[in-house]
């Protein structure tokens, strides 16, 4: 028996449904800076896509990786070359506050969700029509900051010299600490400012030695977090010690060694998670990230790795919902990813507990730190 032929229109129409069903894929840009000034905080975020989700129900998820050198004009470069050659439904990163800070203006033009594994809460706050299409997968500063402030407190802390990077992240940690110190009864007596890529703080170090505070906290992303806090303990200076959670990577001990002993942050748990219990619900996620990642890499990675890995979680839960409302690659499919990003509960991931809302696009609470202190040469939760 001859089989019928079938009419040409009805052949392309199966075949173009058979494609769209068959090899529907989502494609996501990530921007990390492996190399640069931040790389300490890029080459992890780098490291990490390859643990991201690629299947997700019936779409595929492709992931095109750029590295922008730790420069905030390559970044708005990367982000305008995934948006128009490579037509990405949504974007990791980048790296840096300054790099984040810089792209917000086009992805919110093109309607591209971007999930930004930033410190500053400034990528979200406040919220306004371009930043509703950012999403931070980090702690804002205010959660972290409050429990260093109620550690002051507690220590007896009067009086306090800053000294942080002369860019969003350093800028909104000092806005922060102002208020919330002002409301503790804790005087700042110093502020200071350097550049990521300074090597050499003995000017800012020496007024802050000569203000004569009681504790110092460094408010910095990263390598640089560093750099003060050694040149403080070459000084002499005998004061308290405190880091944002930006300084949450094996190589501050490594760089500091002896010179950061005693330092207190808080931190995300990742850091201490033989401590953590196993009730706490991200400890088996946060394992399983360091597990792959040490079994891919032959290290463990830093937080500023788990960052990334959250975005594919928080995307991961989704694009599922996204996907009945539009065609990945088409605006419909973006502008629903971002409003099913926004509905975000309760997602357990590695840094915390996920719950976004039309006001908050960073969804940690007090789940998302806890206080950590450096002894003996590795980080210990603090009791």
């Keep these: 028996m001859k089989l019928k032929k079938l009419p040409a229109a009805v052949a392309l129409a199966t075949l173009a449904a058979f494609a769209g069903s068959a090899f529907a894929q989502v494609k996501v840009g990530v921007i990390a800076s492996a190399t640069g000034p931040t790389a300490l905080v890029g080459i992890p975020q780098k490291n990490t896509v390859p643990l ?5 129900g019936d779409l595929t998820v492709e992931y095109i990786s750029l590295d922008d050198a730790s420069d905030s004009t390559a970044s708005v470069t990367a982000v305008k070359k995934l948006i128009s050659e490579q037509n990405v439904d949504a974007i ?7 790099n984040a800070m ?5 992805v919110a033009e093109a309607g591209v969700p971007m999930l930004a594994p930033v410190g500053t809460a400034a990528v979200v706050l406040p919220m306004n029509e371009q930043k509703k299409w950012v999403f931070k ?7 972290i900051a409050k429990a260093l402030v109620d550690h002051m407190t507690k220590a007896g802390v009067k009086t306090l010299g800053l000294i942080g990077t002369a860019d969003p992240y350093g800028e909104n940690w000092a806005k922060v600490m102002g208020a919330l110190t002002e409301k503790a009864g804790i005087k700042i007596v110093a502020s200071e400012k350097f550049q990521r890529s300074d090597s050499s703080v003995t000017g800012q170090a020496l007024k802050i030695l000569g203000a004569k505070p009681d504790a110092v906290l460094v408010t910095a992303p990263g390598g640089p977090s560093v750099l003060p806090q050694t040149t403080l303990f070459d000084m002499g200076y005998k004061g308290q010690m405190y880091q944002t959670h930006g300084a949450a990577l094996p190589d501050f001990l490594k760089l500091g ?15 201490v998670l033989p401590e953590i219990a196993d009730s706490n619900p991200s400890k088996k996620v946060a394992s399983d990230y360091i597990a792959a990642y040490e079994k891919l890499h032959g290290n463990k990675p830093a937080t500023f790795g788990a960052n990334v890995y959250d975005a594919g ?20 499919f ?19 507990v996920y719950t976004m809302t039309p006001e908050d696009h960073s969804g940690f609470d007090e789940r998302g730190r806890v206080m950590i202190t450096v002894k003996d040469g590795n980080w210990a939760l603090l009791k």
């Excluded at 991201?52 to 997700?56: C, G, M, S």
């Excluded at 990791?92 to 300054?98: A, D, K, L, M, R």
């Excluded at 991961?316 to 009945?324: M, R, S, V």
């Excluded at 629903?336 to 915390?352: H, I, M, W």
Aim: net charge positive; proline share 6%; aromatic share 2%.
């Design 102 to 106: 810089g792209t917000i203006q086009f």
């Design 334 to 352: 973006r502008a629903a990813l971002r409003d099913a990003l926004e509905q975000t509960k309760e997602l357990v991931a590695t840094q915390g």
């Design 92 to 98: 990791i990163g980048p790296s840096g506050s300054p």
């Design 257 to 271: 060694g002896k010179k950061v002993e005693g330092t207190i942050l808080a931190a995300s748990l990742m850091l």
């Design 52 to 56: 991201l989700p690629t299947k997700v």
């Design 137 to 143: 997968t980090t702690q804002n500063d205010d959660i």
């Design 313 to 332: 979680l928080l995307l991961q839960q989704a694009i599922p919902t996204a996907a009945k409302k539009g065609k990945p690659g088409t605006k419909e």
